[in-house]
Nanobody, 123 residues
Framework: QVQLVESGGGLVQAGGSLRLSCAASGGTFSRLHMGWFRQAPGQEREFVAARSWTGGRTYYGDNVKGRFTIARDNAKNTVALQMNSLKPEDTAVYYC????????????????WGQGTQVTVSS
């Protein structure tokens, strides 16, 4: 029912910044908990960040704390991931995800997924 489309991926040098955006449609965005995951080739999908639909709760994965920031604009049905101080190990396909009931850092806790956007960080 809910469709998510990521944008903003690309190639950036180590130490640089990149901002990803996710546009949602087909549901009540303000009632969805939003998250970002990433997956490198041959690796499991990794939790990056999440933000609740209300209350301002945020969570970050250990590998991105202090460098990445998640934000949402309910009026525009979008959620963004600001990535600073990027490292080569941040290279992955980044996925936007939405959870219907509870905010979570667990992959299987999300109900909807985007197609992903590639982020490549050169050394």
């Amino acid at each position: 029912q809910v469709q998510l489309v990521e944008s903003g991926g690309g190639l950036v040098q180590a130490g640089g910044s990149l901002r990803l955006s996710c546009a949602a449609s087909g549901g009540t965005f303000s009632r969805l908990h939003m998250g970002w995951f990433r997956q490198a080739p041959g690796q499991e999908r990794e939790f990056v960040a999440a933000r609740s639909w209300t209350g301002g709760r945020t969570y970050y994965g250990d590998n991105v704390k202090g460098r990445f920031t998640i934000a949402r604009d309910n009026a525009k049905n979008t959620v963004a991931l600001q990535m600073n101080s990027l490292k080569p190990e941040d290279t992955a396909v980044y996925y936007c995800a939405a959870a219907r009931r509870d905010i979570t850092t667990v992959r299987h806790g999300y109900d909807y997924w985007g197609q992903g956007t590639q982020v490549t960080v050169s050394s």
